[in-house]
């Protein structure tokens, strides 16, 4: 069980971190890059094959960021003035061509056979008790850290329904902290058992939903705590909560306070993937804190700028292919940077793993979450990874349950098109692309 779920985290955090860099591409500047996969191959086989001949693992990873950023600088001078469909359809190309080099260059990356056997971060690591209260006590900071950001977050998407105490928000953040505590223990007390096949367990359920719906129920509090008690049934107030993405929050926050227990379990009785997750997950707050900064500043501005409408930019003197390569390589680079994760976690890669189905499910991540949004990426990668884990329970064999999670996948992103085309958190003008 918590084998499984620090697996499933580290996979979640991975296509967090991937899908970020695409968000930077598509999400801020408007750059359709259908060929992402092919920086996560190069963060993936120069990391693996430097480690192979014995340079530092930091400095493997490094090289591996700068190689992505001259693949975009290579892709970028040759296609970024051209219209955004044929820019689509080189990046396939170039993502194949990096794919086939990988697949007939077996002097260098073994071909087909693939690469295995190479040295792993902290996998040496028997950490003592207080390197381990350590760990964990630099997770716990991270987690309350970012949730109270969060939190902050929150309140400002309508700040017209927040608290106005700041003592009472705090309360109200205490409370919804407990109540997913409640939330956790009881879903892995109903799940552990299924696992191992003893049966559901009833109490363990209505559990797991009062205490969710009473999180569900502080966060709607929490956002209407102006609006008097009595115009709680009224139809007109209700519209004002935006409950969907309430509970997507609470559903999301929820799950990610499950594999931090589970990555807590895991260090106090460490595991090579334990210490995996907690590097990859303060790398993915460090680049996300980073993209934060760099979206909120003039150059951010600049890029979403481009996305609106580059000719506004151009007039305004600014250099608006000089922008985009930055955008592209910068996203290649976040990219490579998964791809080093990505390839610790399979400890095994080939060619076959770095195919165009990755930059589907980085899109599927995106637009679900919610383009220009790097809140609505870690949401996004957060429920994709829950969908695929609840459905790796249907009664299918691999080819069928494949075929069925992506029709199930192209149905909802139809659905939500219709629905809601900017996404669970993204806001409409963030579609118009220049157009």
């Not at 001259?70 to 396939?92: C, F, K, N, P, S």
């Not at 990555?263 to 210490?275: D, H, P, Q, S």
């Not at 996004?380 to 349950?401: E, V």
């Amino acid at each position: 069980m918590v084998g499984y779920l620090i697996s499933l985290g580290i996979f979640t955090a991975t296509f967090a971190l991937f899908s970020l860099g695409l968000n930077l591409q598509w999400g801020f500047t408007g750059l359709i890059n259908f060929g992402h996969v092919g920086f996560l191959a190069i963060g993936s086989y120069t990391t693996i094959l430097l480690s192979l001949m014995n340079v530092p693992m930091a400095v493997a990873v490094i090289a591996g960021m700068i190689l992505a950023m001259v693949l975009g600088l290579i892709m970028g001078m040759t296609t970024l003035r051209l219209r955004e469909d044929y820019l689509a359809i080189v990046t396939i190309g170039m993502a194949e061509i990096v794919r086939l080099i990988a697949l007939n260059e077996e002097w260098l990356t073994r071909g087909a056979r693939g690469v295995f056997g190479f040295p792993l971060p902290l996998d040496r690591l028997e950490p003592s008790l207080p390197l381990k209260m350590a760990m964990i006590g630099v997770l716990t900071a991270i987690g309350v850290g970012v949730g109270w950001h969060w939190w902050q977050w929150l309140g400002r998407l309508r700040p017209d329904l927040s608290l106005r105490s700041p003592w009472l928000n705090r309360g109200f953040f205490v409370g919804f902290l407990v109540c997913v505590a409640g939330l956790e223990w009881g879903l892995w007390q109903t799940i552990e058992p299924l696992s191992l096949g003893r049966g559901l367990n009833v109490v363990m359920v209505l559990l797991t939903l009062i205490m969710g719906a009473i999180a569900l129920g502080i966060l709607i509090t929490r956002w209407q705590s102006d609006i008097p008690l009595r115009q709680y049934a009224n139809l007109a107030t209700l519209r004002q909560f935006p409950l969907l993405t309430l509970l997507t929050h609470t559903l999301g926050f929820g799950l990610v306070a499950m594999l931090y227990w589970a990555n807590v379990a895991g260090l106090w009785n460490y595991t090579y993937r334990a210490g995996l997750l907690w590097l990859l997950l303060i790398v993915l707050v460090i680049v996300f804190w980073q993209l934060e900064q760099w979206v909120r500043s003039p150059w951010g501005r600049v890029l979403k700028s481009i996305r609106e409408d580059e000719d506004v930019a151009k007039a305004l003197g600014k250099n608006v292919f000089f922008y985009k390569l930055q955008s592209l390589m910068l996203g290649g680079a976040i990219a490579a940077l998964a791809g080093s994760f990505y390839a610790w976690q399979l400890t095994f890669i080939n060619p076959e793993g770095f195919t165009s189905l990755l930059t589907f499910q980085a899109w599927t991540i995106v637009v679900l979450g919610g383009a220009g949004n790097n809140v609505g990426t870690i949401l996004g990668a957060t429920i994709f990874w829950a969908y695929t884990a609840l459905t790796r329970f249907l009664p299918l064999d691999g080819g069928r349950l494949e075929a069925l999670r992506m029709m199930v996948i192209g149905l909802l992103l139809i659905i939500l098109m219709m629905w809601r085309p900017q996404g669970i958190l993204g806001k409409k003008e963030e579609l118009s692309l220049g157009r």
